[in-house]
């Protein structure tokens, strides 16, 4: 593990250029409170938040003479959007930055309600919302705002998708995935997307998880062998991404390889969890490595659980898969003492 | 310039364009810290290995259970404890393995109760099977030098008097105010357990000086007072409760931020009192607003706009409190 010296020497960086850009960002975090008063601050911003947005429908309510129309919601939800918009471009605590994130939210989700509503598809709401997130990650810089907006986007993308019986539904869900994986690894210029790739990188296993784990091999969707071999493909292919930082010993081919018999072998969500956990070791984030394992471990749960055999069957395999996995961690243990 | 760097900093640094994109990855991966990962991977295996053998060796007791004599049943339970506990000897009772292992003999001693009150179906109430399971396990806990076996204790006991007041308590004395109170009480056992605690670290017994030993009796002790105080809100009775609920956390207040100072606890003290003071005001707005002669919409639009005005002028002075009284308390603690 190098220090700040050794990478500049490293990376030919301008070594004063870097000591201002850390500089600057470590004053911002020492007068920063702590995440517990964060935490009471952010919880009073969003009940005051439902008392606003309860106000203002109450108001609106008292302008426009009817309930049963969506229209007027569409037009609530634009206000709230652009109030919450506006406040948050100029929040100068946490408890601004929360409410107006609340405010915001509340807006596109009714705004979006209102659009399914008037125009009976879920599709177009979903859009609609994922325009409204675009437009207000675009316009801000809050990291709490731009996971949250990402996830009610997801949320509608995900619904409109399941209602819409789509062909290679698994292929839909799974593309947040690599565009998670781009942006943690190709970050952008001027601005902190990570709280957007994170959602977007457990968007798809949990929207995976949740629709099917993909264990049962009888359903005509998982016998469609396009969508495993296509998964296998966009899953090799990350891995050739990431093939340098994973083990610069073992060559790309070898990794390859075995990334396309992973997603061809492996159920979806199963393939994302060992991307994310590939992922966190390629980037060194210990966050990243929890959340890839509690998802591999829910699917390894959800494999066994599954299976259309006996307890007692069951119990054998277990013991037989802990046994061989106990030894490979005695044997490579056993490597690195004689090594 | 011997500065460690981490993965945010780095992120930084791209933001700020001294970092190309195409170097991204290679910089994260002369920064990453291979001996960790390599200890994590190992560790990460033995886990996942250690976890499929004993979920296959519980899927065989549940495969043969149901078949099982009641005396194979308590058997496989007490060889589960003395293992355990024999295990904690031999590995040494105040290294964490050994706690652990003690802990874990503790535990199975309450599924030992609960099975032999399944067999025998005693009729005992629920609370006498707790009592009896921290009584039991009393010694084990005497020898422990550790906080979280201290816990747990003081867990089986909040449960058990919580059980012995909503199947005792209420039911002998039915009312909505008796509720009220017996919410307030089931309190005692976390406030109990905050001044022993207290007293204990006082003596010099480090081992129970973590923070979280005074959080989280403190934070379940308050919500206990607030959802009490909250309740005599809603049903408009026992004014002395709210008072009662309202006091307790002004001193808890006092005794965190001047005599004990400790960021943490004060500010979740605070956070709750403030919570209390926002519901008051709420109720008070609206029982004013009850008798109003205006429409019902116009009057809900206005009874919501107090109430944002409310809050939020709470909330701000919440923060300003907080933001003030962290640097005097931070500067108080030993």
Redesign the interface.
């Given at each position: 593990?190098?220090?700040?010296?050794?990478?500049?020497a490293?990376?030919a960086?301008?070594?004063s250029?870097?000591?201002e850009?850390?500089a600057a960002?470590d004053e911002r975090r020492a007068q920063e409170?702590?995440w517990?008063?964060k935490g009471?601050?952010g919880?009073?911003?969003w009940?005051?938040s439902v008392?606003?947005v309860?106000?203002g429908i109450?108001?609106a309510?008292?302008l426009f003479a009817s309930w049963e129309d969506a229209d007027p919601f569409i037009l609530i939800g634009l206000v709230f959007f652009a109030i919450g918009i506006w406040m948050l471009r100029r929040a100068k605590?946490?408890?601004q930055e929360q409410?107006s994130t609340a405010i915001t939210l509340a807006g596109i989700g009714l705004a979006g309600c209102a659009v399914a509503l008037l125009a009976d598809h879920l599709t177009v709401a979903a859009l609609a919302v994922s325009g409204l997130a675009a437009l207000g990650i675009a316009l801000t810089r809050d990291g709490t705002f731009q996971a949250l907006s990402g996830t009610l986007a997801a949320g509608f993308a995900l619904v409109a998708l399941l209602d819409g019986d789509i062909p290679a539904l698994h292929l839909w869900l799974a593309l947040p995935l690599p565009v998670g994986c781009w942006l943690l690894?190709?970050?952008?210029?001027?601005?902190?997307l990570?709280p957007l790739a994170i959602v977007l990188l457990f968007a798809a296993p949990l929207a995976l998880l949740w629709t099917d784990p993909g264990f049962d091999l009888g359903r005509p969707q998982i016998r469609d062998i396009g969508v495993w071999l296509a998964r296998a493909i966009a899953i090799a292919s990350m891995a050739w991404l990431?093939a340098?930082?994973l083990s610069?010993g073992i060559p790309r081919g070898v990794i390859l390889i075995a990334a396309l018999l992973l997603g061809i072998v492996l159920p979806p969500a199963g393939s994302a969890g060992l991307v994310i956990l590939a992922l966190a070791?390629?980037?060194?984030?210990r966050l990243l490595?929890i959340g890839g394992?509690i998802v591999t471990g829910y699917v390894l749960n959800a494999f066994?659980y599954d299976l259309d055999t006996?307890?007692?069957m069951?119990?054998?395999?277990?013991?037989?898969?802990?046994?061989?996995?106990?030894?490979?961690?005695f044997l490579?243990?056993r490597k690195?003492t004689a090594s | 310039?011997?500065?460690?760097?981490d993965?945010a900093?780095l992120?930084?640094?791209?933001?700020?364009?001294?970092?190309p994109?195409?170097?991204?990855?290679?910089?994260?991966?002369?920064?990453?810290?291979?001996a960790f990962?390599?200890c994590?991977g190992?560790r990460?295996?033995?886990g996942?290995?250690?976890?499929?053998?004993?979920?296959?060796?519980i899927?065989?007791f549940?495969?043969n259970w149901a078949d099982m004599p009641p005396f194979a049943k308590f058997a496989v339970i007490a060889a589960g404890i003395v293992l355990s506990a024999l295990s904690s000897w031999l590995v040494g009772i105040h290294r964490p393995a050994g706690e652990a292992l003690l802990i874990g003999a503790s535990v199975l001693t309450g599924i030992l109760l609960a099975v032999i009150g399944q067999v025998y179906q005693t009729g005992a109430d629920a609370f006498q099977l707790f009592a009896a399971w921290g009584l039991v396990i009393l010694p084990w806990l005497l020898v422990s030098r550790s906080a979280a076996h201290w816990a747990v204790w003081a867990l089986i006991y909040y449960l058990a008097w919580s059980l012995y007041l909503a199947q005792v308590i209420e039911v002998l004395h039915p009312g909505r105010l008796m509720d009220l109170q017996c919410i307030g009480l089931a309190a005692l056992v976390p406030i109990i357990a905050l001044l022993l605690r207290e007293l204990a670290v006082l003596a010099d017994m480090r081992w129970m000086d973590d923070g979280w030993t005074r959080i989280v009796p403190l934070l379940i002790a308050s919500s206990h007072l607030f959802s009490m105080a909250a309740g005599a809100l809603l049903a408009d009775i026992g004014i002395a409760l709210i008072a009662l609920a309202a006091l307790l956390l002004g001193a808890a207040m006092g005794i965190y931020g001047r005599i004990l100072p400790h960021?943490?606890a004060f500010?979740?003290a605070?956070?709750f009192l403030?919570l209390l003071v926002?519901a008051t005001g709420w109720r008070l707005v609206a029982l004013g607003f009850d008798s109003l002669p205006l429409p019902e919409?116009?009057r809900?639009?206005l009874l919501?706009?107090l109430?944002?005005l409310w809050?939020?002028g709470?909330?701000?002075v919440?923060?300003k409190l907080?933001?003030r009284a962290?640097p005097w308390i931070d500067e108080g603690r030993p």
């Amino acid at each position: 593990m190098m220090d700040l010296q050794e990478l500049c020497a490293h990376l030919a960086l301008d070594g004063s250029a870097v000591r201002e850009a850390l500089a600057a960002d470590d004053e911002r975090r020492a007068q920063e409170m702590p995440w517990y008063v964060k935490g009471v601050l952010g919880i009073a911003a969003w009940i005051a938040s439902v008392l606003v947005v309860a106000f203002g429908i109450f108001l609106a309510a008292s302008l426009f003479a009817s309930w049963e129309d969506a229209d007027p919601f569409i037009l609530i939800g634009l206000v709230f959007f652009a109030i919450g918009i506006w406040m948050l471009r100029r929040a100068k605590s946490f408890f601004q930055e929360q409410l107006s994130t609340a405010i915001t939210l509340a807006g596109i989700g009714l705004a979006g309600c209102a659009v399914a509503l008037l125009a009976d598809h879920l599709t177009v709401a979903a859009l609609a919302v994922s325009g409204l997130a675009a437009l207000g990650i675009a316009l801000t810089r809050d990291g709490t705002f731009q996971a949250l907006s990402g996830t009610l986007a997801a949320g509608f993308a995900l619904v409109a998708l399941l209602d819409g019986d789509i062909p290679a539904l698994h292929l839909w869900l799974a593309l947040p995935l690599p565009v998670g994986c781009w942006l943690l690894t190709y970050p952008p210029l001027r601005r902190d997307l990570r709280p957007l790739a994170i959602v977007l990188l457990f968007a798809a296993p949990l929207a995976l998880l949740w629709t099917d784990p993909g264990f049962d091999l009888g359903r005509p969707q998982i016998r469609d062998i396009g969508v495993w071999l296509a998964r296998a493909i966009a899953i090799a292919s990350m891995a050739w991404l990431l093939a340098p930082n994973l083990s610069p010993g073992i060559p790309r081919g070898v990794i390859l390889i075995a990334a396309l018999l992973l997603g061809i072998v492996l159920p979806p969500a199963g393939s994302a969890g060992l991307v994310i956990l590939a992922l966190a070791f390629a980037l060194g984030s210990r966050l990243l490595a929890i959340g890839g394992i509690i998802v591999t471990g829910y699917v390894l749960n959800a494999f066994y659980y599954d299976l259309d055999t006996t307890l007692l069957m069951k119990s054998g395999m277990l013991v037989l898969a802990g046994g061989v996995l106990t030894g490979a961690w005695f044997l490579l243990g056993r490597k690195d003492t004689a090594s | 310039m011997t500065q460690q760097l981490d993965l945010a900093s780095l992120y930084r640094l791209r933001q700020a364009d001294i970092l190309p994109a195409a170097r991204f990855l290679e910089a994260a991966r002369l920064l990453r810290d291979d001996a960790f990962w390599r200890c994590w991977g190992h560790r990460a295996l033995l886990g996942l290995g250690l976890a499929h053998i004993l979920a296959g060796i519980i899927c065989f007791f549940a495969f043969n259970w149901a078949d099982m004599p009641p005396f194979a049943k308590f058997a496989v339970i007490a060889a589960g404890i003395v293992l355990s506990a024999l295990s904690s000897w031999l590995v040494g009772i105040h290294r964490p393995a050994g706690e652990a292992l003690l802990i874990g003999a503790s535990v199975l001693t309450g599924i030992l109760l609960a099975v032999i009150g399944q067999v025998y179906q005693t009729g005992a109430d629920a609370f006498q099977l707790f009592a009896a399971w921290g009584l039991v396990i009393l010694p084990w806990l005497l020898v422990s030098r550790s906080a979280a076996h201290w816990a747990v204790w003081a867990l089986i006991y909040y449960l058990a008097w919580s059980l012995y007041l909503a199947q005792v308590i209420e039911v002998l004395h039915p009312g909505r105010l008796m509720d009220l109170q017996c919410i307030g009480l089931a309190a005692l056992v976390p406030i109990i357990a905050l001044l022993l605690r207290e007293l204990a670290v006082l003596a010099d017994m480090r081992w129970m000086d973590d923070g979280w030993t005074r959080i989280v009796p403190l934070l379940i002790a308050s919500s206990h007072l607030f959802s009490m105080a909250a309740g005599a809100l809603l049903a408009d009775i026992g004014i002395a409760l709210i008072a009662l609920a309202a006091l307790l956390l002004g001193a808890a207040m006092g005794i965190y931020g001047r005599i004990l100072p400790h960021f943490a606890a004060f500010a979740t003290a605070c956070a709750f009192l403030a919570l209390l003071v926002a519901a008051t005001g709420w109720r008070l707005v609206a029982l004013g607003f009850d008798s109003l002669p205006l429409p019902e919409a116009e009057r809900y639009t206005l009874l919501l706009f107090l109430m944002v005005l409310w809050c939020v002028g709470v909330a701000f002075v919440l923060q300003k409190l907080l933001r003030r009284a962290k640097p005097w308390i931070d500067e108080g603690r030993p």
